[in-house]
């Protein structure tokens, strides 16, 4: 892992302003007299920022200063408030869901001085990422990946239709043998396999048969009653053949009777 040493700039209308940076570790401090051993990388530079991984690699309390040059104008010399010590260092983790059986995992190293000091980000970091199946009230770890780098896609070839797969991130930093704590656990549903999909399907295929068989012999008795009128009309007598074929009949006695 790498740290750096960043400070705010010193701003002089058309002049640039070069920095130094020095370090004080325990043996300069306990032993040496407090001496400050000057950084060279870091000597008259314009920019605000210096690399300090090489000076700082022991795992002990170290201070370090800045001052600002101008010409043959010298600041004063800032130094930390609280020493800063690489083992310090941290390494939140994330870990996003981005569908289809697939996760991002993603860390930041960041180190501070002290609890009482602002974190920093640092640059890369080792991340480890271990993804659980949840059934019930069991878990089973199903996968467990090591990647490098910032950021890395971890994908998962196979998912139980249904099941519930959590995944939570963890970054280890080799450089100073440190794990961070584990990220916040997330939780997604397995795809079904289209089986939802299935059902829908033979559940709606079943009423419109059910709908279809229910409304043919109304839809059949109304076709043939259509055909029926179409073909015999049914025609009324006008009201003046009705008596005609009222009149009533007489009985006729007969004549040869005796």
């Not at 998912?159 to 584990?182: D, H, L, P, W």
């Amino acid at each position: 892992m790498k740290h750096f040493l960043t400070w705010s700039p010193v701003t002089v209308p058309g002049e640039t302003v070069r920095y130094s940076v020095e370090f004080q570790g325990e043996y300069e401090r306990d032993y040496a007299n407090e001496i400050w051993i000057p950084i060279s990388e870091c000597s008259l530079i314009i920019v605000t920022q210096c690399n300090v991984t090489e000076d700082i690699s022991a795992t002990v309390p170290y201070n370090l200063r800045v001052r600002a040059n101008l010409g043959s104008q010298v600041s004063k010399w800032s130094t930390l408030k609280v020493l800063f010590n690489r083992i310090t260092s941290t390494a939140p983790p994330s870990s996003h869901w981005l569908g289809t059986g697939q996760w991002e995992c993603r860390a930041s190293a960041w180190g501070k001085s002290s609890t009482q000091s602002p974190m920093t980000p640092l640059p890369r970091s080792r991340t480890c990422c271990w993804l659980l199946l949840e059934r019930s009230t069991v878990s089973e770890q199903v996968y467990k990946k090591t990647v490098k780098g910032i950021s890395s896609v971890v994908h998962l070839d196979t998912m139980e239709a249904g099941a519930e797969y959590c995944v939570k991130a963890q970054t280890y930093v080799e450089a100073i043998n440190r794990s961070s704590n584990f990220s916040q656990t997330q939780c997604v549903c397995g795809p079904d396999g289209g089986r939802s999909t299935w059902m829908m399907t033979a559940v709606v295929s079943f009423a419109g048969f059910v709908v279809g068989v229910l409304a043919l012999p109304f839809l059949a008795w109304k076709i043939s009653q259509i055909f029926q009128y179409s073909c015999c009309p049914v025609i009324v007598l006008p009201d003046t053949l009705a008596p005609l074929l009222q009149l009533p009949l007489a009985m006729v006695p007969n004549q040869w009777e005796r």
